[in-house]
Every structure is written in C-alpha cells, then in structure tokens.
C-alpha cells in the first residue's frame, strides 16, 4: 500500500533511503543505513558513493521497483549477502548463496593468523575444511603466490560456488576437492590445516535467529554438543599434517577447553586459544 501511493518526490535517492533505513531499524542485526544503501547500489547499479553525492536524484521506475523487493525480502530476514549474492571477505568480494555459509569478519582473524605464523617465501601446502564459499583459501592465495592451496568441501554446490570465485579472483590455482575434511588428502602432505567447521550447538537457539535461518544447517552444526567436526578434524590431522605443522580451526567461544582437551587427546601439542574482536 505504501508503494502505491508515493508521488515522485519520493522517489528521490535521499527519500527512499530514509525510508528503508526506517523500515530496516525494525530488523534485529540489521545495520539499517549500511543495508538500505547497499540494496539501493543493488537496484540502481550505482555505486554507493554516487548516491550519497546526488541525494536529490531519482532513480528510474523499475529500479525503485526492484528497490522495494529487495527490501521486503530484507524485511523477511532473509540475509543481505544472499539477497545481494555477494559477501566482502578480507580484500575480496565474494559471491555466496543459501548453499554456503556467509564469510563473518571473525574469520578474517583465522587468516591473519595463518600469514602471521606461516613463511611467506616458502611453497608451503594448505588445505582449508570445509571451504564453503572459499573464503579462508581465497584470502590465503591472494596473499601469497608461494603457496599451494587446497579447498574441500562435502558439499557439491558449496564447491561449485568456491570455483567459481577462484575463477573470478583469479585464483584457479587452488585445487578443489569434494570430501569429509581431511578423507581423501594423503599423508603428512600438509603443512597447515585451517578450518571454519560448523561448531554450533545443535540446540542452540542461535541457529534460530537472523542470518543463521538461511544458511545450510550443515556448516553451522553437526548436531550435539557442536565439537564433531573438530573431533573429526583432530583425529585426521596426526596423519595429514606434517610434524611441526600448524592446524587452526574456529570454534564457540566457550568451547575452548574442550577444543584444547580434543587437541591434546589427538596427540597435538602446544595448543593455544585466541580470542577474536567480539571476544
Ligand atoms: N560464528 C558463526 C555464527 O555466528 C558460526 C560459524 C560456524 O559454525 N562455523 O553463526
């Protein structure tokens, strides 16, 4: 109804930004002003910057159409990175859908981890779980020429969307298998393992609430307490990682006791927890 009746001066950039900005503060973990940006840059084809220095310019009809559907779509919670089909990622853009899990910032602290601790001159081989839309391997391989990436995936059509933004970043050096993390890579070939596996309680209620709703159950949980996959990964490590090797993997806040117990049972030594910017 709302749509029907606006006249076209409200139609201009700085009008319906306000607008969605309003709309958008109803949404719980939305970032209303950044989104309701984004989704216009989205409808217009213009970039964010040029709809701020021409707020008095009115988009054509059918954009501001397609604007209002993006926004409801934004309004039914469903994800702005699956709505734009893209997610920033370290110094990438990335392209997800519903088949991969959307790339958090947190995860950027994996990789500055990982170019922190591991030699930049050397080809050193790295495999990265559970790759999903590729984004731990992507940044690795942007970073550093030498080394030989490995992206896995169990999921068919999550790999198939890591391929693809190899392809688009230039990156198709990074192999891609289809497996269980570590089932099929040969033994001690690795010189570091890292990993963003699903770690999230089966039954907690996170898994019920905004961006999570949307995004493959899979690579949030593996159901049960949330340590399986990490369990899984610890235990194949000692075959596939070279001695002196590093694995990393990110887990629940609170689980990190029990992920350096896990560690220590698998045999790892010299394990450490670090904690990320939202603590
Ligand atoms: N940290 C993610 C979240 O907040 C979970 C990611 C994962 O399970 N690997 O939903």
Known sequence: ?????????????????????AALADLPDATPRLEAELLLAEATGWTRTSLLAWPERAP?????ATFEALLARRL????????????????????????????????????????????????????????????????????????SLVATDRSAAALAVARDNFRTLGLERIGCLRMDWLAALASGSLDAILSNPPYVAGQDPHLDRGDPRFEPRSALTPGGDGLDAIRTIAAETGRCLRPGGLLAVEHGFDQGDAVRRIFASAGLHRVETCRDLAG
């Open 1 to 21: 109804p709302e749509t029907a009746s606006i006249g076209a001066r409200h139609h201009r950039t700085d009008a319906l930004l306000a607008r969605a900005t």
């Open 76 to 147: 039914t919670g469903e994800p702005i990175a699956y709505i734009r089909g893209r997610q920033e990622f370290w110094t990438l853009e990335l392209r997800v859908t519903p088949d991969t899990l959307i790339p958090r910032p947190e995860t950027e602290q994996l990789v500055e981890l990982a170019l922190d601790r591991l030699d930049a001159q050397r080809p050193l081989r790295i495999a990265d779980l559970g790759t999903g839309s590729g984004a731990i391997a992507a940044a690795l391989a942007s970073e550093r020429p030498d080394w």
């Open 60 to 64: 054509p009809d059918e954009a501001v």
